[in-house]
């Protein structure tokens, strides 16, 4: 054990630095908006619009659906999101786009037959 010496510290990551200034001040928020609406509600006043919640900065927006995700779930999720979309692009037909729906042509002739004539 002695005669090894000291051995140097290995190369751990660090721990993922804290957030909870972050998260303290988003509840802070959370619960001032619930006062003034119940204040709102109490007093008869109409409500104000909503405020959307504010994301947190080390979330990561999907191009596709515009959802925000951590690094890890963004990592899975924009990959397959990706693919929906690119899957929806293929289903419906736009003016780019040289696929179009087939014609329903039994409906066509079904509304194109001739009236029936009853001989008097």
């Not at 909503?50 to 994301?55: K, L, Y």
């Not at 990959?79 to 066509?108: D, G, H, W």
């Amino acid at each position: 054990f002695y005669q090894e010496g000291i051995k140097p510290k290995s190369n751990t990551p660090k721990a993922k630095t804290s957030n909870w200034r972050e998260g303290h001040n988003a509840l802070v928020r959370t619960i001032r908006q619930a006062r003034q609406i119940t204040q709102a509600i109490d007093d008869g006043v109409p409500l104000a619009k909503h405020v959307p919640t504010q994301v947190p900065s080390d979330y990561i927006q999907c191009e596709y659906c515009q959802r925000h995700f951590n690094k890890y779930t963004a990592e899975r999720h924009i990959p397959f999101c990706e693919t929906q979309y690119k899957r929806k692009q293929m289903n419906y037909p736009t003016m780019n786009n040289i696929r179009t729906p087939p014609e329903n042509l039994s409906r066509q002739r079904y509304v194109n037959q001739p009236k029936h004539q009853i001989n008097s």
